[in-house]
């Protein structure tokens, strides 16, 4: 889902109670926070789901914190090495819980350097959906989110 009206639709057919947008698909922290707020009208929690590395991820902290009906800020691992050298360790942690950083914008200090240095080459994003559900009965694999090629 990607838009304020499509999660709108799902909160109102009742017996959802967690919602994970992509701030990076639904239009940002100002359109996600619209969703949250119509999410607490139904007791619904937010769990803002994280795909497109340290930018989204900051902009989900700020989000995160901004908003009464949070579950969790998601996160993969504790950052990856090249996500943390991206934004020179600007996002911290302590005891599980992330620290909201009170830099302006989003918080972080970008090397542009970096990412000049490393542009993307590939033709797809990291996560490939497929058409066909996951059926995990019968040794159905995955590998990064696309469908493996291997039996």
Known sequence: MTTKAEFGTLLRAGGVKILQPALGRVGGIWEAKKIAAMAEVFNAQMA??????????AA?????????????AETIETGGTFHLKLIKNTIKWEDGYIIPSDAPGLGIDFDEDLARAHPFTGTGLHLQMQEAPCDYRHGNRFE????????
């Open 60 to 72: 989900n902290v700020h989000f995160a914190a901004s908003i009464p009906n949070l579950l969790i």
């Open 48 to 57: 803002p789901h994280l795909y497109a590395g340290p930018v989204e991820w």
């Open 144 to 151: 990064g989110g696309a469908p493996s090629s291997k039996a």
